[in-house]
Every structure is written in structure tokens, then in C-alpha cells.
């Protein structure tokens, strides 16, 4: 685990955050916050639809209830895309061919109706 991880989880999350990361046949993908060498280009990324992604995040079952969770608010993340908030996506292959990590910028600047 790297260090911003163990500096900003709390001991009780840790094993949690481990445990995403792990494959069932126990393959560990790595680190995000560790990995260097992070790769400005789209064409890496792979082929997945917004449909998918909403899939994704609303019926896959919640590490703590085992229950889909439906939670729309999850969405945020595609309507800040959707919106021009996400900039400069980053690629990074990880320990297995059938994953990879995709992070971005995000600059969130809120409009009048947003509550400070």
C-alpha cells in the first residue's frame, strides 16, 4: 500500500481498499496512488459505453450490504463529464491484461443553484 494510502485510510478501511484490489484467483492489481508512468492517451483506454458504466454503478452489489444499491447519486461522476468538468484522463495497465486504471483532473466549479 502506498504511502498517501496508509497516510489518508483509516485502519478499519484498509483491508477493504486491499481487497478491491485483489482478483479472485489472488492476483493484486497494484496500487493506483503508487503507480508511476501514467499515460495521456485516450486510445488506450478501453471500449465501454455510458450504459455500461451506469450498469456498473448502480446494480453492482455494495461491499457492506451485499445488496444493489441503485444509488444514482453515484452518477455524479458521468454528469461532471458530461458537464466539461473531467479533464486530462490518464491510463496505467495494471498486473492483469483484463483491467486497467483510468484516472482524471476533475475541476468542479459550482453553478448558482449549488449550496456552498
Known amino acids: ?16 481498499y486491499k481487497e478491491k ?15 508511476e508512468g501514467w499515460l495521456d492517451d485516450i ?11 451506469t450498469k456498473y454503478l448502480t446494480e453492482t452489489p455494495s461491499l457492506h450490504t451485499n445488496e444493489t444499491s441503485n444509488a444514482f447519486k453515484s452518477l455524479d461522476g458521468f454528469k461532471f463529464f458530461r458537464e ?18 483510468i484516472k482524471s483532473k476533475v475541476s468542479f466549479v459550482p453553478n448558482k443553484s449549488s449550496s456552498l
Request: with cysteine; charged share 20%.
Open 1 to 16: 500500500m502506498s504511502e498517501c494510502c496508509r497516510s489518508i485510510i483509516s485502519d478499519n478501511n484498509k483491508k477493504e
Open 21 to 35: 484490489l485483489t482478483l479472485e484467483n489472488g492476483l493484486m492489481l497494484g496500487d493506483p496512488y503508487a503507480l
Open 43 to 53: 486510445t488506450k483506454f478501453p471500449d465501454i459505453s455510458s450504459n455500461g458504466i
Open 84 to 101: 466539461g468538468h473531467v479533464q486530462d484522463c490518464f491510463y496505467h495497465e495494471s498486473a492483469s491484461p483484463s483491467f486497467c486504471f
